[in-house]
T-cell receptor, first 109, second 114 residues
Framework: KNEVEQSPQNLTAQEGEFITINCSYS?????LHWLQQHPGGGIVSLFM???GKKKHGRLIATINIQEKHSSLHITASHPRDSAVYIC???????????FGTGTSLTVIP | NAGVMQNPRHLVRRRGQEARLRCSPM?????VYWYRQLPEEGLKFMVY????????ESGMPKERFSAEFPKEGPSILRIQQVVRGDSAAYFC????????????FGSGTRLTVV
């Protein structure tokens, strides 16, 4: 069983729609990252969260440490948001990230 | 993201050859992490290095793979006698501290073994 589970695995949305991607994890963590990967491209860290909520432009990320759950929201989605979004957690012990398998988002014009 | 430089971006090797992947961390970052992304799979941790030291190599295959981060120069991930199953994207990330509050990824090296 993966330490990090994401849903949905694939998501198609119409331009302008509000999008939510969920991440649940099973280990105690010190922080959680949301990453973005474009097809054939590199990986960009969008947010690092240890509590509460962060907002950057049209992106909002929330985390509930007690429930071991985080969500990434995209408001007014745009085709350029099409990418794979990956949830990654930093466990309290150990040196490595645990990654979700990613959510592939396609926004249709 | 441009701060962590990986090269080459694409690398093609024949089975049995050696592959060398380089990662130059961001300025001021002394902690380097290597990850592998197999086709249709998620990212998996391989190794964590600090200057001249391997801190955690629990994700590295026991044979053919090695990594270093010398005092001067980039971190190198070396794969000897490559096999088709080594074909993957290899990402490097760096941070200024082990807490990884600031964490920057490179653009990756896509290795294809033919």
């Amino acid at each position: 069983k993966n330490e990090v589970e994401q849903s949905p695995q694939n998501l198609t949305a119409q331009e302008g729609e509000f999008i939510t991607i969920n991440c649940s994890y099973s280990v105690g963590i010190s922080a959680l990252h949301w990453l973005q990967q474009h097809p054939g491209g590199g990986i960009v860290s969008l947010f690092m969260l240890s509590s509460g909520k962060k907002k950057h432009g049209r992106l909002i990320a929330t985390i509930n440490i007690q429930e071991k759950h985080s969500s990434l929201h995209i408001t007014a989605s745009h085709p350029r948001d099409s990418a794979v979004y990956i949830c990654a957690v930093i466990p309290n012990t150990g040196n490595q990230f645990y990654f979700g398998t990613g959510t592939s988002l396609t926004v249709i014009p | 993201n441009a701060g962590v430089m990986q090269n080459p971006r694409h690398l093609v090797r024949r089975r049995g050859q050696e592959a060398r992947l380089r990662c130059s961390p961001m300025k001021g970052h002394s902690h380097v992490y290597w990850y592998r992304q197999l086709p249709e799979e998620g990212l998996k941790f391989m190794v964590y290095l600090q200057k001249e030291n391997i801190i955690d190599e629990s994700g590295m295959p026991k044979e053919r793979f090695s990594a270093e981060f010398p005092k001067e120069g980039p971190s190198i991930l070396r794969i000897q006698q490559v096999v088709r199953g080594d074909s993957a994207a290899y990402f490097c990330a760096s941070s200024p501290n082990p807490v990884r509050s600031v964490y920057t990824f490179g653009s990756g090296t896509r290795l294809t073994v033919v």
